[in-house]
């Protein structure tokens, strides 16, 4: 299966060949999931998607998706949310904004998931993302999400603490109970129409290292460093077993997750520009005619500004 080259420079790849390229990556069933199956993070899927090809590539991805979005936005009935979860350094903002780069900003939200304040820890977890769900029409982007919840929430148990649950639910079923209702949030929206997509941005741990120093290195990029990152950086283990189990046990054909090569940027955009654009051209998106009276109302109006003085 090569890619075909119709250009000089201009490389396009098939749907065919692009949901190949994605099914390497994509995961919809927890059944025997491993994160090491997933290795090497530096992966690049061979010729498939030669360097040389990739800004090309990208660019014509970006444009396909803002189309792609102006018919979501126009026809109105499908939203689609993006979760974007990764260890530190992994490039999720890098990602998110070059992907969406094309897009008409009015159609895309993005939300970040911080530390929760005050009133976020007097809610349940799922709260702060059911506030930041896309209406329809739009493109939400999860930076961190609920998935957090389980990940860091679990990794350092001091902070479930401070959520303030009654003691009596504390039980030994706690985190198997948040990823069911995590995997039962995603099938009701998938039912009402939510395109969701779950991305895992996987960074080596010898790539996370190097884009650390750098950050260190160079002054315009302190500020993208916290000390916290080292920090969080000492569990590095915990956390891909948290990834793991979370990942098993959400990952549904309806809520797939992407366990996306992320030691090569390049690789990692083009990777998740794809699989938007598979999942928006399976909608089979269309701007409904105008219905009798529609046409009739337009009608009227263009007569009515053609008669002005
Ligand atoms: P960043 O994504 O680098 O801006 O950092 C946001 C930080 O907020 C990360 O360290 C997350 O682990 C943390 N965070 C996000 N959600 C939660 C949560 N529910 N509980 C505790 N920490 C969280
Ligand atoms: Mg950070």
Same mark, same amino acid.
């Given at each position: ?33 491993? @994160? ?21 590539? @990208? ?210 955009? @083009? ?39």
């Amino acid at each position: 299966m090569d890619a075909t080259v119709d250009e000089p420079g201009t490389l396009r790849l098939s749907p065919k060949q692009m949901r190949s390229i994605l099914d390497c990556y994509r995961v919809t069933s927890g059944k025997g999931f491993r @994160l090491k199956n997933y290795d090497p993070p530096a992966d690049t899927a061979g010729h498939l998607l030669p360097r040389a090809h990739a800004n090309a590539l @990208l660019a014509h991805g970006v444009e396909r998706l803002a189309e792609l979005q102006e018919k979501l936005y126009a026809q109105d009935r499908w939203a689609m949310l993006c979760v974007f979860q990764a260890m530190d350094a992994a490039g999720k903002d890098g990602t998110i904004k070059h992907v969406m780069s094309g897009v008409n900003p009015q159609g895309v939200q993005v939300t970040s998931f911080k530390v929760p304040g005050p009133e976020v820890l007097a809610h349940d977890f799922l709260w702060r993302a059911i506030l930041a769900l896309p209406e329809r029409g739009r493109i939400g982007i999860f930076n961190r999400s609920h998935y957090e919840d389980v990940l860091v929430v679990r990794v350092h148990p001091d902070i479930l603490a401070k959520q303030r649950l009654p003691r009596e639910l504390l039980g030994k079923k706690l985190w198997e109970q948040r990823m069911d209702s995590i995997a039962a949030f995603e099938r009701h929206l998938a039912r009402q129409g939510t395109v969701v997509l779950k991305f895992f941005l996987n960074v080596s741990k010898a790539e996370q290292k190097r884009r650390f120093l750098e950050r260190l290195e160079e002054k315009d990029k302190h500020w993208k460093f916290s000390s916290n990152d080292l920090a969080e950086r000492a569990f590095w283990d915990d956390y891909q077993r948290v990834y793991q189990e979370a990942i098993a046990a959400t990952a549904a054909p309806h809520a797939p997750w992407f366990v996306v090569p992320a030691d090569n940027k390049w690789f990692t955009r @083009l990777i998740v520009v794809g699989a938007i654009i598979e999942a928006l051209e399976a909608l089979d998106l269309r701007i409904a005619a105008p219905t009798e009276a529609e046409e009739a109302a337009l009608a009227a109006a263009r007569r009515k500004l053609e008669s002005e003085a």
